[in-house]
């Protein structure tokens, strides 16, 4: 390797011995005697630790052009504790233990230059550890604010927790109803903060989220003891405080269906809205703390933190000791962290729904289903339709009447500018997720003679390193033509396995022994048959319980598989009795 050598090591030139290492080659290892350093030239070195214990080695720093590797065997001339290797490849110096002594008794000057290189990589090595060992300080810290939070959380539920059953349905019905008639400004205001989704159908999806699931929660009966078997008794026992997670997709429906859901319950909640939608979550938990007050209920059953939304706050609340449960709706890192908190969680994973249409349907109906129900707010449902599977010998009558529901069926080298500038390392680029189809084209200078509604780009059948097969939070969907059965099923199993295990997946067909067959081997917790995806997996157009946070199961990384709903709020105490004779 010619390596260009940086300026500040040209007095090494000639002195030290001149070494290059090949990617995943080892400078030193673990336990070795420390005979020397390495000061890079050029590439990256990685130090890691092998613990013996779960025998796995575990990532520490890394070190570039111009820092001293080794720096701290070579002062103390201890074993090496950890080992070092090239994660590129790299050109480096070596000194020598008898190199560096020969250079401090015999050439001042450039051993204190040595010194000097060493003391600053040592520096900026000891504050990255210092930066982390801040974060981990601040995680076992407690906050006041949070503390006072959670205290009032905790002090509001156990004053309501014994309210009359009827008196919580008159909230939860004044709730509803409340933030139900500012539907239409909260809707606008969500679009504004967010820059994503269509105000028209965020209107429709605010009613559904307050109106419809207050009819839902209210639905059921309030039943203080239940026979459940013979001899046994069942009691429905509130969690506490709840801390509710909101997506920027949904933010004031999942906002009032979280609260509804753990009032009926009986919980305290606070909820913490995504920072792009922070002031219209405010607002919508202002409304329902107006709502509290007037029937003279504890306001702190419903609460948002005051400071801004961030990572540690986040985490603050999420590790509290008197959190009892965690909500969690958002992307995976999110609710990989409240799995990770220590407070038992409901998290809900990616979607990215495959859809088989066969031969067998009206094609004419099941276009109109899903390319409204995948245009449906600018595609950002989760459990939207984003893969098509057509059967081959229906896929261009369908491509027809999907070009007549306002869909642009893209050319080949349409989708190839579609993936070089919406995508970026497989995923579509933020500045995309939620815009309309019609601007999505307008920024790719691609056209059509009538409006656009939906964007259809096909893909090569057997393709699944397309991007395209990806979750596509937009008004985009990927297509596929199957010749048999066979290839439907591997297609579909496959796109699951690269996104969205566990969450939905849709078939439109009217065979029942195919319908089962996709089913069992679909790895997801719904499948919804002959239904529009948006619509369908909220349980907005058939049996499926109506909810805002749809649970993924094992398979995606969850607790439940669930449509979740006020009853995944409570614990239930059993009463059994001794019924032998």
Same mark, same amino acid.
């Given at each position: 390797m010619n390596a260009v050598v940086p300026s500040s090591l040209s007095f090494l030139a000639g002195v030290a011995h001149s070494c290059t290492f090949s990617r995943g080659e080892s400078l030193f290892k673990q336990g070795d005697e420390p005979d020397g350093c390495y000061i890079v030239v050029h590439g990256i070195v990685g130090t890691h630790y092998y613990d013996a214990d779960i025998q796995t080695d575990a990532g520490l720093q890394r070190y570039d052009a111009g820092e001293v590797v080794g720096a701290v065997g070579v002062i103390d001339r201890s074993i090496r504790r950890i080992s070092a290797t090239a994660e590129t490849d790299v050109a480096a110096y070596y000194l020598s233990n008898e190199l560096l002594d020969d250079l401090k008794a015999n050439h001042i000057d450039l051993f204190q230059q040595f010194i000097e290189l060493r003391a600053n990589t040592l520096a900026k090595k000891f504050r990255e550890l210092h930066e982390q060992a801040c974060e981990l300080a601040v995680a076992k810290s407690s906050s006041p604010l949070v503390d006072a939070t959670v205290e009032k959380a905790n002090a509001a539920q156990a004053s309501f927790v014994d309210w009359p059953k009827e008196k919580v349905n008159a909230i939860i019905r004044d709730?509803? !109803?409340?933030?139900?008639?500012?539907?239409?400004?909260?809707?606008?205001?969500?679009?504004?903060? &967010?820059?994503?989704?269509?105000?028209? /159908?965020?209107?429709?999806?605010?009613?559904?989220?307050?109106?419809?699931?207050?009819?839902?929660?209210?639905? /059921?009966?309030?039943?203080?003891? $239940?026979?459940?078997?013979?001899?046994?008794?069942?009691?429905?026992?509130?969690?506490?405080?709840?801390?509710?997670?909101?997506?920027? $997709?949904?933010?004031?429906?999942?906002?009032?269906?979280?609260?509804? &859901?753990?009032?009926? &319950?009986?919980?305290?909640?606070?909820?913490?809205?995504?920072?792009?939608?922070?002031?219209?979550? !405010?607002?919508?938990? !202002?409304?329902?703390?107006?709502?509290?007050?007037?029937?003279?209920?504890?306001? !702190?059953?419903?609460? $948002?933190? &005051?400071?801004?939304?961030?990572?540690k706050l986040t985490r603050a609340f999420m590790t509290h000791d008197k959190v009892h449960f965690i909500l969690a709706t958002g992307g995976p890192s999110m609710v990989k962290s409240a799995y990770r908190s220590g407070t038992p969680a409901i998290g809900v994973g990616k979607g990215n729904a495959p859809v088989w249409i066969g031969n067998d349907v009206d094609l004419k109906t099941v276009a109109c289903k899903t390319i409204n129900s995948k245009a449906f707010d600018n595609g950002v449902v989760c459990g939207s339709e984003n893969n098509l599977l057509v059967d081959a010998d229906i896929a261009e009558e369908f491509l027809h009447y999907a070009i007549s529901e306002g869909a642009a069926v893209f050319t080949s080298e349409e989708t190839e500018t579609l993936i070089r500038r919406a995508f970026d390392d497989h995923s579509l680029k933020p500045d995309y997720i939620g815009q309309s189809a019609a601007a999505i084209c307008s920024s790719l200078g691609i056209s059509r003679d009538y409006p656009i509604k939906l964007i259809l780009a096909e893909v090569e059948s057997g393709n699944l390193a397309s991007p395209l097969v990806r979750e596509k939070l937009a008004p985009m969907l990927s297509l596929i033509r199957v010749n048999n059965d066979e290839e439907a099923l591997f297609h579909a199993c496959t796109i699951l396995n690269i996104e969205g295990r566990g969450h939905t997946a849709i078939i439109h067909s009217n065979n029942q022994q195919r319908i089962h067959r996709y089913s069992k081997a679909m790895e997801v917790s719904r499948v919804l048959v002959n239904s529009p995806g948006t619509q369908g997996c909220i349980g907005a157009c058939n049996g499926l319980q109506l909810s805002w946070t749809l649970g993924c199961g094992t398979m995606g990384g969850g607790s439940t598989s669930d449509n979740v709903t006020f009853k995944h709020l409570q614990n239930t105490k059993r009463i059994a009795y001794d019924i032998a004779v």
């Open positions: 709730i509803a !109803d409340a933030v139900h008639t500012q539907a239409h400004s909260l809707a606008v205001q969500c679009v504004d903060e &967010s820059s994503m989704g269509v105000v028209e /159908h965020k209107v429709i999806k605010i009613k559904l989220g307050t109106v419809a699931v207050a009819e839902s929660l209210l639905a /059921h009966h309030d039943e203080t003891v $239940t026979l459940e078997a013979p001899g046994v008794e069942s009691i429905a026992m509130p969690m506490g405080v709840v801390f509710g997670m909101i997506p920027i $997709t949904n933010p004031v429906e999942t906002i009032v269906f979280k609260v509804l &859901s753990a009032l009926k &319950s009986g919980n305290a909640i606070i909820i913490s809205s995504h920072r792009k939608t922070r002031n219209v979550g !405010d607002r919508t938990v !202002d409304i329902i703390r107006e709502v509290i007050a007037q029937h003279g209920a504890p306001i !702190d059953l419903v609460q $948002t933190p &005051s400071l801004p939304a961030n990572r």
